[in-house]
């Protein structure tokens, strides 16, 4: 069994900064690509970061130069650097990797979701 357990959520003023972080464990081999993902009030889930595991990064283009996904690869752990925030980046994010078990299955998991407020 995977989990993925983020934390590092919460409550920030505009041009804040947050740090959420994401940590898988259990029956884990490899772990590939992981990523970050937001839903906001009534929108669908969307794309936020993504980073290999050569450390290849991607972003939405509402966060290029603003936020900056990274990895530990020897803890299995996945972050989200997120400077000069806005009110729109209000959203639950969800952080996802995809992994392969010690039984050679490979598939997407996705964390529980924390909640990022951006308001004065």
């Known amino acids: 069994q995977v989990q993925l357990v983020e934390s590092g959520g919460g409550l920030v003023q505009p041009g804040g900064s947050l740090r959420p972080s994401c940590a898988a464990s259990?029956?884990?081999?490899?772990?590939?690509?992981m990523g970050w993902y937001c839903q906001g009030s009534g929108k669908q889930r969307e794309l936020v970061a993504t980073?290999?595991?050569?450390?290849?990064?991607d972003y939405a283009d509402s966060v290029k130069g603003r936020f900056t996904i990274s990895r530990d690869n020897a803890n299995n752990t996945v972050y989200l650097q997120m400077n000069s925030l806005k009110p729109e980046d209000t959203a639950i994010y969800y952080c996802?990797?995809?992994?392969?078990?010690?039984?050679?299955?490979?598939?997407?998991?996705w964390g529980q979701g924390t909640q990022v407020t951006v308001s004065a």
């Open positions: 996802t990797a995809r992994i392969q078990t010690n039984f050679l299955v490979v598939r997407d998991y």
């Open positions: 980073i290999t595991s050569g450390g290849t990064t």
């Open positions: 259990g029956n884990i081999r490899s772990i590939f690509t």
